[in-house]
RNA sequence: GGGCCUGUAGCUCAAUUGGUUAGAGCAGAGCGCUCAUAACGCUUUGGUUGGGGGUUCGAGUCCCUCCGGGCCUACCA
């Protein structure tokens, strides 16, 4: 039994997340926990919402809220939607945790310590009616290139030009469009990752295995240019973690918090404490996930995120966590995916294009979200959204290969068994050749999950769903009932059977109709079928079912032209 | 501007990393079955692998060039 430590990228505060959002981390996490967890290793998946920055301050502003008040409530709203979706995390927790103060205040300490922070003076711009600093980005102004009136600070979106925010002709908040800016001096800290580059390259280079989109990323990162820049990692903000070296203030740093971007990754470690805290336990049980001194040297931790998040995992992150000079585990596997686009365009969540999480389970249930977002992962490119392609996949795959499988044989059985798994009868040949068919994808679709490719292992469960479809249709037990009740009965036997091992196959990608297939085979068994000839006997003769309503209602042509109208305008 | 990724059947994607005749699913066509959610199964049409050039006994794969799409470029997170 292996130990398996899973975090998805965390989720900001502010709003409700769109698929894309859903696809590219927090999704195939929950297809790999559950995984793992069936395969009975001892999995512990996390992930938290990541709630500090400028965008959490505005969004508060804007709703009117205390900005703690905002994001207590927008993590009540996330959490639920996480539950709506079944992503089974062991804790959702939050970066502004008390446990992610200290922890993050640690690190810091640690850093110093170790010579690794510098001080920076620097100057910034600061809007006097918004009584704060701006990012380079909210500030807006005339691009002195292009002559463009809505360039932003840190680039001209309509020429592409680098610009930084004192180059452009006048400038304002984009904010609240005043013109009253002023540059000022302030103090930030720095994490000298120039003085890791060499350690963390040498590291990055182990990693041969990882999916290019990682590596190629983090290298672009270490070498582009003058090569890896130290990064700023406090900024001027109320909302956040107090600036502290350790347990100690920092002198000249008050009033200042940490860079969103340097407590959210730490934000993982101190989730771990957030759960075991939670029940009462000692700091031993998240420790043994964590410290490679207290039992995580066994551990082997897998990350998921979307590829906007790599820099800050193959390097922010590992910088901290090697530059602390601790045993702390570093991750070994680094799964990225691409974007998922909404029919031609880009989902937005400042524009409110795409269909949101909550938008979404007020439709349909979460299986078919989960069913089509995972089998169309955007592994190797960007991926497309369109509502035809959602409606014929959700409808051919789930509805008439899995759903009507599990609806033929239950009522066949029905009809001419009663409502239990009839006795009678022997396997032959075909039934073999079933079977080793069945152990092939079996082992096949293993091979894909270990290896998290999601798409492939989609295709392969769909394989083994559809070999369950062609050997009825060549028993033919309707037929064989006939002439010889026995030998049908063996058969229905076998696929009720198939039901529950189906079930079990499929629960981490639709975990609600596996169970549902459950409870209609009355059966807790939820045992691998590591062995299939064993695993289609779990079910004996005289067991009694119960035929299950439709398991996945199909959609129709109506209801998807509505949503598609219903979608195409603004949130 | 620079870097990286990408372009394969009407659609969504494969192709053991240079090795026979480029494969699946969906959609289309035909046939079969009648247990089932008008479901299932079998057969089948469909490709100058974005264009052009090159290397090689051999190129979807490597090189050059052109065209298209995407991402990143460090103060959004």
């Given at each position: 039994m292996a130990r398996i430590l899973i975090t998805s990228a965390i989720p900001y505060i502010n709003g409700i997340k769109h698929l894309g959002n859903l696809v590219g981390s927090q999704l195939p996490a929950d297809l790999y926990a559950r995984y793992m967890r069936a395969r009975d290793h001892e999995v512990l998946f996390l992930c938290a919402t990541d709630e500090h920055g400028t965008p959490a301050e505005l969004a508060a502003a804007k709703a009117g809220m205390p900005v703690a008040d905002y994001?207590?409530?927008?993590?009540?709203?996330?959490?639920?939607?996480?539950?709506?979706?079944?992503?089974?995390f062991d804790k959702f927790g939050r970066s502004s945790s008390p446990q992610n103060h200290l922890l993050t205040q640690h690190f810091a300490g640690k850093l110093a310590e170790n010579g690794l922070i510098s001080e920076v003076s620097e100057k910034q711009m600061y809007s006097n009616a918004d009584g704060r600093f701006l990012p380079d980005r909210y500030i807006e102004g005339t691009c002195p290139n292009c002559g463009y009136d809505r360039a932003r600070g840190d680039q001209c979106e309509n020429c592409t030009k680098q610009l930084d925010p004192t180059d452009l002709i006048e400038p304002r908040s984009a904010i609240s469009g005043s013109t009253d800016l002023e540059v000022r001096e302030t103090k930030h800290l720095y994490l000298k990752q120039r003085s890791l580059r060499g350690q963390l390259s040498e590291w990055i280079d182990s990693k041969t295995d990882w999916p290019v989109l990682t590596t190629s990323i983090a290298r672009k990162w270490l070498n582009d240019g003058d090569g890896l820049q130290d990064r700023g990692i406090t900024r001027d903000l109320d909302w956040g973690i107090p600036v502290k070296k350790g347990a100690e203030d920092w002198p000249g740093m008050e009033g200042k918090v940490f860079y969103v971007w340097f407590d959210a990754p730490i934000e993982y470690i101190a989730c771990a404490k957030e759960w075991s805290d939670a029940r009462g336990a000692p700091d031993a049980e998240w420790e043994r996930w964590w410290r490679t001194d207290k039992g995580a040297d066994d551990v082997r931790y897998v990350q998921f995120?979307?590829?906007?998040?790599?820099?800050?995992?193959?390097?922010?992150?590992?910088?901290?966590?090697?530059?602390?000079?601790?045993?702390?585990?570093?991750?070994?596997?680094?799964?990225?995916?691409?974007?998922?686009?909404?029919?031609?365009?880009?989902?937005?969540?400042?524009?409110?294009?795409?269909?949101?999480?909550?938008?979404?389970?007020?439709?349909?249930?979460?299986?078919?979200?989960?069913?089509?977002?995972?089998?169309?992962a955007p592994e190797n490119s960007d991926a497309e959204f369109t509502w035809e392609n959602f409606q014929a996949s959700v409808n051919k795959d789930l509805a008439d290969v899995l759903g009507n499988f599990v609806s033929r044989v239950t009522k066949f059985c029905r009809s001419k068994f009663g409502e239990e798994v009839p006795s009678g009868g022997d396997w032959g040949a075909e039934e073999d050749a079933l079977i080793a068919r069945l152990s092939e994808g079996v082992a096949r679709y293993e091979a894909a999950m270990e290896a998290i490719?999601?798409?492939?292992?989609?295709?392969?469960?769909?394989?083994?769903?559809?070999a369950g479809n062609e050997y009825l249709q060549s028993a033919a037990p309707w037929s064989v009932f006939k002439d010889d009740p026995d030998r049908a009965a063996a058969q229905v036997r076998l696929a009720l059977n198939l039901i529950r091992v189906y079930a079990v196959l499929s629960a981490p990608f639709i975990p609600d109709a596996a169970g549902s297939m459950l409870s209609a085979m009355n059966t807790l068994d939820t045992d691998w079928p590591s062995d299939m000839?064993?695993?289609?006997?779990?079910?004996?003769?005289?067991?009694?079912?119960?035929?299950?309503?439709?398991l996945f209602k199909k959609i129709a042509d109506e209801e998807r032209e509505d949503w598609q109208t219903g979608f195409a305008g603004q949130r």
């Open positions: 994001c207590a409530e927008m993590h009540e709203v996330q959490t639920r939607l996480s539950d709506g979706f079944r992503l089974s995120m979307g590829k906007d998040n790599v820099p800050f995992h193959t390097l922010s992150f590992p910088a901290t966590i090697i530059g602390s000079g601790e045993p702390w585990k570093l991750v070994d596997y680094i799964k990225s995916f691409n974007y998922l686009n909404y029919d031609g365009g880009q989902f937005s969540t400042s524009q409110g294009r795409g269909v949101f999480m909550d938008q979404a389970l007020s439709i349909l249930p979460a299986d078919y979200w989960r069913w089509w977002l995972l089998s169309h490719e999601v798409r492939k292992a989609a295709g392969e469960l769909r394989a083994i769903w559809v000839r064993a695993a289609l006997t779990a079910l004996p003769p005289g067991h009694a079912f119960t035929v299950p309503e439709v």
